[in-house]
């Protein structure tokens, strides 16, 4: 394990717990360290305990572990709810002169700095400023140069005027002088190396939205809903720059009607929701792929059925997306792995989107879409987008797609599945898409061939795109393995840091991450190498093992978690490691 | 192009299936008039079109066009529109369609303005599933799914429009051909979300509200004194339960398209660059 620091802000909604741990983790980043963010929420604006979680290290992270070296106590609760990952020489902040906090006991072995938090902030200008107060006493704590987190401070707050950003310096330098007089013998031996690296720091909502302006997308409608409305936030006021537009519908119906009423006109076109939206587009999903309309459909995962856990963590999506809405209809379904992955996926979206002129989903998590990676700037290299519109006719083309009479063929039966498509306003073009089976002109039909051949022609476009595409899994860990780890979404970074334990304790595992849900690669030869295959994901049921199974026809161990927490690296690697051994327990 | 094109240039190869006599023909013919009459060509117009019988009428016209879900025909138009303000985009569907699985979206149609026609075909009927009562059905009106009548007031279509802030406000009748299309006509040139609701008769389910019975009730606007534009004269006559009206109920000269107000006016087909958009790295930068 890298030597990996982890802090923690805890408190409840409304006590500015998110933007205070996005201030430390700017400040971490610009320090050329890289962060991983996550988030401890409730559905709810105000009250309920929530926390903010720093991970860092100056190497690479990509997931949370069980472990808080320096904790910002707001709330008592704030304590309990850590317990488990505060250990031997944690260090606690907290305000003992705020009542409820009064009577706190900091745990055996620990060591609480009590900081007077809300009266050095009115001491510096404002009560408000008493997150950024204990901000300054953790600087202090870890030995982390000040400057970073006056840089971080400077960027968040710079909108608001110099004086708003001097009394926040003042604040946090109030904090760390307090510790700095008040504990001189506490032995606090955190150092947070600085380094020359100058990262950048985003969650995956914001890269699915930097991905879509990157592909040329020009239209966005959505309706909010957690965890999928930041990429929403995102557009606006971002993709009008770029000749786009951003549409805040009634509902979800609504969203991917006005979604596919762009896409119509010719336009790249996103729609994003999560679970329950998905339910409601899915109707117009199927008219969607019908009409052969490219359309971008993101679900950002959240615990379901029904309304569920809004804020928590779940992978139970998959099956909606690969079989949801009534018939049969092709698809693309493609599964990001990190917050870089979003802003790729999306782009390859676009274009799969445009070559087939069909729906993709874009399964992406809540565990991924929340949560805040650090990155080199070029894994965001705007030079390395490429835009594919597909089979696109002019006026000219358009001749060789028309019927005798003159009647253009959006629906023209191909080998390779895929038609020409004419964008409004083409001469000669005109013709009309329908969710009704129809001919090649778009006309409605119900005769036996031309549905056949239509539906054929459809589904084709898939065959085609196993062919063309390259849908390989991505891999990880020792290719010659007998024990193979499969898994799909924001696991991987998990499993990826979980080798390291798995390591310690003797097993080696070939891991593949699976980035094409559908379609998706054939791992019936990589089954079959293999000696045990364990698939991991964030549902209970073992959804993507169901298909795999189906796929290979061999029998696959599941690890499943679905109590609304992302993996930890530890934990996971723990859990494969029992469901190996209890194969070999059977076997032996 | 548009000097030449007729309004047949807009009918397509495919022979409408309604029923004879079915007042539908006549609220497409009057469409087809009304926008070649404006100017436009099939490949400049978009028709989004809802279902049921009316819903069909994407089918039997020849031009860029949608048959979407039902209920959803209107966030596709706008959708279109907004993509490309160049294109002119009409949306028709039925009672059904429009009042009953798509309220929701008429109501927040008619509040985003966004520069359109909306015509639903008003039979007071569902005429695809085979007479049931509709939203716009008599109280009393009795169908196979309501044997005493719906026992329940029907939806004021303009009254609703007018109440959700409608810039363009309209009722025609499908068979009174030439103020058919005059209506239709104002409501292409209107600039935002032009509302016609056309009583279009179903011959095979409907035998309340029948041709006789509009030819006889219908109470022509542009033949009293009314005035349009005064939004208290308006409120009065979609109101009114004791008459049916034809004509313009309501305009805002005033009115500014979503588009306008948007600042949309480029057609977001086009992208000019092979990769990401110039500035796109900017993006990047800000994550610093
Ligand atoms: C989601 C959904 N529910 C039900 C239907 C069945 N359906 C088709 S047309 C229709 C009613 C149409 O009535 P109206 O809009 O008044 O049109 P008309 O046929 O009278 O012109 C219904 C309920 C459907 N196509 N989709
Ligand atoms: S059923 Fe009624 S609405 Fe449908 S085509 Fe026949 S007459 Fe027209």
Known sequence: MPADFNWAIGGEAGDGIDSTGKVFAQALSRAGRHVFTSKDFASRIRGGYTAYKVRTSTEKVRSVVDRLDVLVALTPRTIEENLDELHEGSVIIYDGERTTMADVEIPEGMVGLDVPLKRLAEDAGGAVMRNVVALGAACEATSFDIEHLDSSLKKHFGDKGQSIVDNNKQAARLGQEHVRDNYPDADLDYDLDTTDNDYILLNGDEAIGMGAIAAGCKYYAGYPITPATDVMTYLKGRIEHFGGHVVQAEDELAAINLALGAARAGARSMTATSGPGIDLMAETFGLVATSETPLVVVDVMRSGPSTGMPTKQEQGDLNMMLYGGHGEIPRFVLAPTTVNECFWKTVEAFNLAEKYQTPVYLAADLAMAVTEQTFEPDAFDMDAVEIDRGKVVDEESIADHQTESGGFKPHEITEDGVSPRAIPGTEGGAHMSTGLEHDEQGRRTEDTEMRVEQVDKRNRKIETAREREDLSPREFGDPDSDNLVVTWGSNEGTLVEALEFLEEADIDVRILSVPYLFPRPDLTEEFEAADEVVVVECNATGQFADVVEHDTLQRVKRVNKYNGVQFKADELAEDIKETLAASQEVEA | ?288
Not at chain 2, 7 to 36: E, I, R, V
Request: aromatic share 10%.
């Open chain 2, 1 to 288: 192009m548009s000097s030449q094109v007729r309004f047949t240039d807009f009918k397509s190869d495919k022979q409408p299936t309604w029923c004879p006599g079915c007042g539908d023909f006549g609220t497409m013919n009057g469409m087809m008039k009304a926008l070649a009459e404006t100017g436009n060509d099939p490949d400049n117009t978009f028709v989004v079109a809802g279902i049921g019988c009316s819903g069909k009428i994407g089918t039997y016209m020849h031009s860029y066009a949608i048959h979407g879900v039902h209920g959803r025909a209107l966030p596709v138009g706008a959708g279109v529109k907004m993509a490309n303000p160049d294109l002119e985009v009409m949306v028709a569907g039925g009672d059904g369609d429009g009042y009953s699985i798509g309220a929701g979206h008429f109501v927040h149609a008619v509040r985003r303005n966004v520069d359109m026609s909306y015509i639903v075909m008003d039979n007071r009927i569902y005429g695809l599933t085979k007479g049931q009562a509709s939203p716009t059905s008599r109280e009393d009106f009795e169908t196979s799914t309501t044997p005493d009548g719906p026992q329940q007031p029907p939806v004021n279509p303009l009254a609703l429009a007018l109440a959700s802030g409608a810039t363009f406000i309209a009722q025609s009748f499908s068979s009174d051909a030439l103020r058919h299309q005059e209506i239709v006509q104002q409501a292409i040139e209107h600039d935002g979300f032009g509302f016609v609701n056309v009583f279009s008769p179903c011959v095979t389910f409907n035998d309340v509200d029948t041709y006789d019975y509009f030819r006889d009730s219908l109470v022509d606007l542009a033949e009293t004194d009314y005035d349009p534009t005064d939004r208290d004269a308006a409120k009065e006559k979609v109101l009114d339960a004791d008459k049916e009206y034809m004509g313009v109920l309501y305009q805002d000269e005033d009115s500014q398209s979503y588009e306008q107000t948007h600042g949309l006016d480029s057609d977001m087909s086009e992208i000019d660059h092979e990769g990401a958009p110039e500035d796109a790295t900017d993006l990047v930068r800000e994550f610093y």
